[in-house]
């Protein structure tokens, strides 16, 4: 279990973590997300004693990254898909790590198996694409078989196939009783992934739920109503206290109300219905919603710059 | 390739074994050292320009002296003569030392590797002790191959005076050929820990080595006197050359200058890493 208390870090002036707080459990994928920009990865680096926070703690299983005796054996992870010397052999650059955290070294070869790089082990990693890239980056986390793993937005870059290879890893590895954190600034990516999610911005926190909660939880009641006769029905509707927007399409978009309460509004008024139907807001939109505030920069317009 | 083992990996055939130490990391250190590609390289073509160039010094000073016969008190000593290609090669292990640590930064694997072992004391400790044994190893080697080239090509030349192992004072200065070396090559290792570029600590190694002495011999002799002789590389150089002037530290005292400069460059270095974020 990873545990995160109060951790802050400024950058200058600017602050890149604020006073943030959360758990991750075991046995699940959580993903960490957020606009660029939020503090996701100096979140991460804090967490693998690589920055040193200004206030707080960030532990694993209750021990400092630093106080690990271990701690290849204990956490796993990847921050940068291309973090290796590019003139050095894949074999040769597990070969380091494994000998610096006293990992058997047959362990070497049956890693580069599991990702697939067995063929390519004495190749030179400079020459390797993203996708190798990357599958080396996890080769050497899952060196030491940790408990915890942590992944800076592995998907990134990567094609299909590669990143339905990735969800399928970190899915496994969850299922398997290992803590597995993944920060990302896709939200549709972690909707596939994830069953919990904390969402951050500006380096504070935003949301810390299940999935399917944030979603609930953020719609609110959405309804979509078509009708012939929307003069008559929208004054009810906004009478019994629903906001009526209508859509491009012409639809009527209600919210605040039911769909039952919609459609005895529209009963009583005697209007004809031609589609009452909840909308459940994607995960997308959703975390554009909570972190419309804090996003770094905004665009000024659509318009195209000429 | 892209199926997931269900069983992804066998946490009952993991051994329970020590948490790492020193050794594990010097290990580690060790196998990144000659698995980078610029090590060979840089080594390999230091050796070559090394004693290639000490041997056309020998053979140029040699012929021309003995058939010309005429002494000039300028004209270098044989030692000197048989020394000549080190320049080159002080450069060499200064770089060497420089890309060592300088490596790992631009090619942002300093991350991974504090993963593998966060105690940064620890690691810095290692990658010293790794490159100054394996370099000063090398170095020896490289300095008395350097020196018996020279040596058979001045032996031709009867005319020109040569020297021996055998000779006053000449082991000396071929075994401490090969420690000045590596005390160079570890002033580049300290400086690039705390500077983290390698294009920065090359320069800062060269005028540090090359320029700035050259600067201060052109002070009034009241500055210039006691500054260059306790300039740690300047002072260093007594365990490598023959010729005391008066009023200059002895061989050993000067490599204890040197070497005491560089502890304290690798304390300092010491305390930026631990202080910094990596």
């Known amino acids: ?130 996708g190798m890239a990357q599958r080396l980056g996890i080769a050497g986390a899952l060196l030491g078989d940790p408990p915890v793993l942590i992944f800076d937005e592995p998907v990134n870059g990567l094609d299909p196939e590669g990143i339905v290879w990735i969800r399928t890893l970190m899915q496994g590895l969850a299922a398997q009783g290992r803590t597995v954190f993944v920060s990302s600034h896709l939200m549709s990516e972690m909707a596939l992934t994830a069953s919990h999610v904390i969402v951050i911005g500006r380096g504070h926190m935003i949301a810390d739920s299940e999935v399917e909660d944030l979603i609930k939880r953020s719609s609110g009641i959405v309804v979509r109503l078509r009708t012939p006769k929307a003069e008559v029905v929208v004054p009810r509707l906004q009478t019994a206290g629903g906001k009526v927007e209508t859509d491009s399409d012409g639809a009527i978009v209600v919210t605040g109300l039911e769909a039952a309460a919609i459609g005895d509004i529209a009963f009583q008024a005697g209007v004809p219905v031609h589609e009452l139907s909840p909308v459940e807001a994607s995960l997308e939109e959703v975390f554009m919603e909570l972190t419309r505030d804090d996003v770094e920069f905004h665009g000024t317009g659509a318009g195209v710059v000429q | 390739m892209t199926q997931v083992p269900t069983q992804i990996i066998a946490k009952s055939g993991f051994p329970e074994v020590a948490p790492p130490n020193l050794v594990d990391t010097m290990r580690s250190e060790w196998t990144k050292l000659k698995t980078l590609r610029s090590t060979p390289v840089t080594l390999a073509i230091a050796a070559v320009l090394v004693i290639g160039l000490s041997a056309l010094a020998s053979f140029l000073i040699a012929a021309n002296e003995s058939s010309e016969l005429q002494h000039h008190g300028s004209l270098p000593t044989p030692l000197q003569t048989i020394q000549g290609g080190w320049s080159v090669g002080l450069l060499a292990f200064m770089v060497l030392g420089v890309l060592a640590v300088s490596n790992e930064y631009s090619s942002t694997l300093i991350g991974v590797t504090l993963l593998a072992t966060p ?68 002033l580049g290792l300290g400086t690039a820990a705390l500077m983290r570029n390698t294009a920065g600590s090359i320069v800062a190694c060269v005028a540090f080595l090359f320029i700035l002495p050259g600067i201060l011999s052109a002070l009034p002799n009241s500055w210039s006197n006691p500054i260059g002789e306790y300039w740690p590389t300047e002072a260093g150089r007594r365990l490598i050359t023959l010729d005391h002037g008066p009023n200059t530290l002895s061989a050993w005292w000067g490599t204890a200058d040197l070497a005491l400069f560089i502890l304290v460059l690798l304390l300092i270095a010491d305390y930026a890493l631990a202080k910094r974020d990596a």
């Open chain 1, 1 to 130: 279990m990873i545990q995160v208390r109060n951790l802050t870090k400024h950058f200058g002036p600017n602050i890149a973590v604020d006073n943030l707080s959360f758990e991750v459990e075991p046995g699940r994928v959580t993903g960490f997300l957020g606009p660029n920009g939020a503090g996701k990865t100096t979140t991460l680096r804090m967490i693998l004693g690589l920055v040193r926070p200004e206030k707080g703690t960030a532990t694993v299983d209750g021990v400092s990254y630093q106080r690990l005796r271990a701690p290849m054996r204990e956490v796993g992870a990847v921050l940068d898909a291309k973090a290796y010397q590019p003139g050095r052999k894949a074999r040769d650059h597990l070969l380091a790590l494994a000998q610096a955290s006293r990992i058997p070294l047959k362990r070497v070869d049956e890693v580069l198996g599991f990702v697939g790089l067995s063929d390519v082990a004495d190749r030179r990693a400079g020459n390797f694409s993203l």
């Open chain 2, 119 to 186: 105690k940064r004391s620890r690691l810095l400790l290692a990658k010293v002790i790794v490159f100054s044994v394996s370099m000063f190893v090398i170095a020896e080697v490289m300095s008395f191959i350097n020196f018996f080239v020279g040596h058979a090509i001045i032996s031709a030349y009867p005319a020109f005076p040569n020297v021996s192992l055998t000779s006053h004072l000449v082991l000396r200065v071929v075994i401490g050929m090969g420690i000045y070396v590596t005390l160079v090559g570890l």
